[in-house]
C-alpha cells in the first residue's frame, strides 16, 4: 500500500518560514508518481479542511487566496515527493497540514498523509 511520509512542520514564530516535505513509499513507481496531483491541505482546530495548494502533473500550481504569494509547492517526481515552502508565516496559518496524491488518470485513486502540525505564534 502506498504511503505518504509527511516531514517539517513545527513551531515558528510570525513572519518565519517552514518547508514541509511529503515522500511517496510502497508500490507506486516514478512513472506513476509523475502523473499524480500533489495536494497540500491543512486542517486548523474547529474549522473544515482546505485546499492549500496544488501542483498538476505539468507544473501547474494553483493556491487559496490567502497563501497566495507566500506559500510555493513543488515536487520533484525523481524522489517522489512534494513539498511546501511556506513564507511570511502568519498565526492563522496554524494548523495540522496534510499531503495528499490523486490520479489524473485512469481508475481514481488517493492516498492521503498522516498530517504534520504546523503551529505560528503571534
Known amino acids: 500500500q502506498v504511503q505518504l511520509v509527511e516531514s517539517g512542520g513545527g513551531l515558528v514564530q510570525s513572519g518565519g518560514s517552514l518547508r514541509l516535505s511529503c515522500a511517496a513509499s510502497?508500490?507506486?513507481?516514478?512513472?506513476?508518481?509523475?502523473?499524480?496531483?500533489l495536494d497540500w491541505y491543512r486542517q486548523a482546530p474547529g474549522k473544515q479542511r482546505e485546499l492549500v495548494a496544488s501542483i498538476s502533473p505539468d507544473g501547474r500550481t494553483d493556491y487559496l487566496d490567502s497563501v497566495q504569494g507566500r506559500f510555493t509547492i513543488s515536487r520533484a517526481n525523481a524522489k517522489k515527493s512534494v513539498y511546501l515552502q511556506m513564507n511570511s508565516l502568519k498565526s492563522e496559518d496554524t494548523a495540522v497540514y496534510y499531503c495528499?496524491?490523486?490520479?489524473?488518470?485512469?481508475?481514481?485513486?488517493?492516498?492521503w498523509g498522516q498530517g504534520t502540525q504546523v503551529t505560528v505564534s503571534s
Open positions: 510502497g508500490p507506486i513507481s516514478l512513472t506513476s508518481f509523475s502523473i499524480y496531483v
Open positions: 495528499h496524491i490523486a490520479r489524473s488518470t485512469g481508475r481514481p485513486y488517493d492516498v
